[in-house]
């Protein structure tokens, strides 16, 4: 049944109480359909039999009488009590029909279903011969004659076919009564087994019952280890701070709530023992650490004050620098111009040697030109001179025409040789420019990577700066931290204290439990020791039982 032990004290209620209002319902059930059962049978009793057996009784004595009145209107002679008595028969043979209503109208055994179509038959007959006789005495009351046919009918015909009926309607009762009875056993049976089976049921309930009981009252009592009202002062006590509180449990109980509330009681005495260590060791590395802290704050400030001074000197260096970077800036542009003017000038000097060297072959066509008129004019003066007085004019032109030339080519030479000399100096001035060029663009290039090496130089320093600041900061910030240590031991120890007023308000077990828990914390030193003790396996708790003083009532204990 660990099972059951294992179910929550809810669970294990609710099942109980399930089983007994099952127990109830099937009760209840079986109560209700034996119920049933034997209302059904004295409703069929009463349907099928009772009734029927009064009407076939009522039945039996209308056809009595009717017969006894059909003697009895034989024998008048008075045919006023004739039609009395002929009034009387019709009656008593509407209320034989009436009464046998009930009889035809329920279930019928075979036997009796017989019996019923036998008189139904024979009834006619006997009314039949009934009339034929009273016809007969009516219409002739004072002799003996019409009497004795009337008799004679009767004997012969009614007699017969009454006695039919009469038999038949005895069956009918008989078969009635015998059913009746039949019923009335079986109803008898049916309230003896449902007796029975009621009686069955409530005592399996009522063992079920107990059982339940039982066994529910010791699942939770092995659970609780003892009676709850014991469970409460043990629990009260703890919780009251005392902790060396003993607690009795059964030899073999391993699982209760009480075994567990003395493994806590035991452990938490142990580990109170090792917090109270702890919180004077904590106490005194606190002042230690107060201590530190302030001696790292004073060292923390003088190292600021180191580096503000080194923060000033890199920012004069970083001044210089920029300076440097800017100065090297200018003169990288004005090189970058001087380059770029020595180029131009180069393509000038080109330009211009190339124009004097088309001036020389513009001057030397000239000086073919003068030549040439130099030539026509000799040539115009012979003509001139051939032509006489008439050629005077045209000598004088040509005359002049010749001057002009001699003078054209004199200059042209002169021009000529201008222009070859600064064809000549331009090209030396060329190939100066052109020697100066690599020089210029080299300069350029070393200017630019002078700059370059000033502004990484500038990013360098701008960096040394930034990271100056922030030693400056963390170390500002180590200082404040220092101080906040210093502040945040005082309190760690101040707290310590507390720990310890704290602890007094428990009472812990004997002295050798607690140096048990401070060795074990000696041994773990810190968080290790205290996850060591906190692993370790539980004490006995029967061997602990004489470590302890006083206790709660023991009277409460139940063993179970």
Known sequence: MNWFHNLQVRTKLLLS?????ALLLTMGIVGYQASARVNAGLEDLFTNQFSPLIGISNARVAAMTHNRALYRYLAETDKAKMDDAAAHMDQYDKELFQQMKLELGSTMEPEEADANRRWQTQWPIYLSASKEAMKLAYEDPGTGEGRKRAMEIVRSKARPAFDIVEQSLTLVKEVNERVAEKTHTLGQETYASTTRVVITLSIISLLICGAL???VTRSILRQLGGDPSY???VVARVADGDLSVPIKLNGNDSSSLLYSIKGMAHRLSDTLAEVSSMSESIGAASEQVSSTASSLAQTASELASSVEETSASVEEMASTVTQNADNARVTEGIASKSAD???ESGKAVGDMVHAMKEIASRITVINDIANKTD???????????????HGKGFATVAVEVRKLAERSQVAAKEIGDLAGRSVSVAERAGVLLQEMLPGIDQTATLVQEISAASREQRTGIDQ???????ISTGMQSSASSAEELSSTSEELSSAAMQLQDLMQQFKLRSSRHARKGISLHMSGHGA?????????PPHSMQADDDDFDEGVDDDKFSKY
Request: proline share 0%; hydrophobic share 55%; no cysteine.
């Open 17 to 21: 109480f399930g089983v007994l209002l």
């Open 213 to 215: 009981s039982l066994l």
């Open 231 to 233: 469970a409460m002062q």
């Open 341 to 343: 003017s020595a180029t």
């Open 375 to 389: 030539l026509l004019a000799i040539n115009a003066a012979i003509e001139a001179a051939r032509a006489g007085e």
């Open 464 to 470: 040394i700066n930034t990271a100056v600041s922030q």
């Open 528 to 536: 290790g020791g205290a996850r060591k003790t906190a692993s370790a």
